[in-house]
């Protein structure tokens, strides 16, 4: 008999594999509700990499698609990494969300996609079928060169307020790993406020996993998003809750309190590898549908000496940049800490590792404990450790 595997790794949880965070859902969603009576507020998401940002967002977009239009988009997918494709996604993704919400007869895709020299052809297309996608020639226009870059802009990033006006849609805009999108520059993010806080109908929710980045964004008197968001963060999710997931998930399983302990100390009750740990325990007891404190942590153990796919995926984004390999591996085997004990094994001086250190906490490995660096991510130091 085949039996389901009943926890969710990697790709973002939803449904009943979905664990706690049902306040915060239920804050953004009463928040969404109250465009309905003019009433708006913009949010900030701020949390480390796999803390379940993407399943609420992903979670909320269910709840509220029927009543209200919802567009997201992950900023980090975006390739070529341009404004110009940045723009063509956010018009793409509010015609495709529009067009299915109001049943439209032809998928605007086939005309956002239209490629230069058959511009006029697919415009005059348009005109004949009469489908309500009349500012999608800014599109066309732009690719015969009409019109230019801020006149583009203006255009895509006014769509969604239009749409939601003419068609008494409200909306909500998700722009997911929203630091990926900064470096477009000062003008482009001033212009997007402004854009944003002239909407009535459009609530704006930005997320990012790399936490001081993110900060700064909404928190800096400097920058353009100073003061707009309401900002919340995640954390571990609540050992109750999480040890009541457990229990029900292992439903039909003998096992002793401190086996569960166990893995909620384990994995500190971090959401992801909660579900990464206890789904390894799951399979590897699934033949005798019991386990024991002991066999939590040779589970534990045994995957934490595997090639895992996601500690390689994190690994991969500096495997690249050697010095900044060296310094987690020199923090992650001799529990050093501070810039002066990490030169010494570099054989270099403190003032050439801060700056290593600094850009380490953009990119959400490390942070900063007074004047000591320590791993965001224990589990992941522990991998390192053991790995390198």
Known sequence: MVTNVPFQVGDPVTGENFADRQEILAELSNNILSLKKGVRQDFALISPRRMGKSSILLMLKEKIEKEFICIYIDCSKLYPSTLINFLQTYSKEIYLAYSKKLSWKVLPEKIINAVEGVATATLELIQKIGVEVEDIKVWLE???????????????????EKLAKKHRLPCLIILDEFQDIVKF???????LRSIATSHKLVDYIITGSAVSMMENIVNDKKSPFYNLFIVKSLDMLPKKEAEIFLEKKFKGFSYGKDAIEEILNLTQCHPFY?????????????LDKKFTKADVERVYNNSLNEPLGHFEYEIGKVKDKGRYMDILTIMAKHDVTTPSKIGKYLNIEAGEVAPYLKKLI???????????????????????????
């Open 142 to 160: 732009f690719k015969e060169k009409k019109v230019n870059e801020s006149e583009l802009m203006d255009k895509v990033l006014n769509l969604p």
């Open 185 to 191: 520059g000062t003008d482009f993010l001033k212009y």
């Open 274 to 286: 909660l579900q990464w740990l206890a789904r390894a325990v799951f399979i590897s007891t699934l």
């Open 362 to 388: 953009e990119f959400g490995f490390i942070k900063k404990e007074k004047k000591s660096y320590d791993f965001g991510d224990k589990i992941l130091k522990e991998w390192i450790k053991r790995r390198y």
